[in-house]
């Protein structure tokens, strides 16, 4: 059981290039989520998706999109990437049943925007 | 302002001090309440959960929640170097999308 996995583990790119993270549970999750984070600013909520076949916004999504390429996988693509999204990027799931919402994290991906 | 406070520190004790870590908040709606330890270039674990206010104990951790005064805590005992993290409150409405404290560091010198 690995849990939640993410690729690649560090990544640098020049201004413009663009670029998809992967992510992939296989806890059999339904929701799944992408976060970044900076120093200072804790984990802020790119995008996530409730189930398989949906997507929303969270609160910093300028410059992403998603795909929810079925239950298993979530990917994050930077089309033209700036410095301003040099960050630690964390893929999540959780199961979203009842009261307990805890959401799995994987080891993150250090990108970083020349 | 934004809607969860945490003081980053860092904060250092010694070996076997008790730690209080505390988030403030200002949205009323948050119900689930939760804090999550991240070492250094891991991913964050999740350490307590809280539904509403009251106290939940775990081992040497124990979270507490305050709704009346948007004010929430986590309490170390025993702190161990093994302890050395950086801890994250989050809390939601309903349980799914979480926002987070910024982190607060956390050094356990033995």
């Known amino acids: 059981n690995a849990g939640v996995t993410q690729t690649p583990k560090f990544q640098v790119l020049k201004t413009g290039q663009s670029m998809t993270l992967q992510c992939a549970q296989d806890m059999n999750h339904n929701s799944m989520y992408w976060y970044r984070q900076d120093p200072g600013m804790g984990l802020r909520l790119i995008y996530y998706?409730?189930?398989?076949?949906?997507?929303d916004k969270g609160e910093v999504p300028n410059g992403y999109n998603v795909s929810r390429l079925n239950k298993r996988e979530f990917s994050l693509r930077l089309e033209s990437a700036a410095p301003s999204q040099t960050s630690v990027y964390f893929c999540?799931?959780?199961?979203?049943?009842?009261?307990?919402?805890?959401?799995?994290f994987g080891p993150g991906t250090r990108l970083t925007v020349l | 302002q934004k809607e969860v406070e945490q003081d980053p520190g860092p904060l250092s004790v010694p070996e076997g001090a008790i730690v209080s870590l505390n988030c403030t908040y200002s949205n009323s709606a948050f119900q689930y309440f939760m804090w999550y330890r991240q070492y250094s270039r891991k991913g964050p674990e999740l350490l307590m959960y809280?539904?509403?206010?009251g106290n939940k104990e775990d081992g040497r951790f124990t979270a507490q929640v305050d709704k009346s005064s948007k004010y929430i805590s986590l309490f170390i005992r025993d702190s161990q170097p093994s302890d050395s993290a950086t801890y994250l409150c989050a809390m939601s409405p309903y349980g799914n999308k979480l926002v987070f404290g910024a982190g607060t560091i956390l050094r356990v010198k033995s």
């Open positions: 809280t539904y509403s206010s």
């Open positions: 999540a799931s959780s199961a979203r049943t009842g009261n307990n919402n805890e959401q799995f």
């Open positions: 998706s409730a189930s398989e076949g949906t997507t």
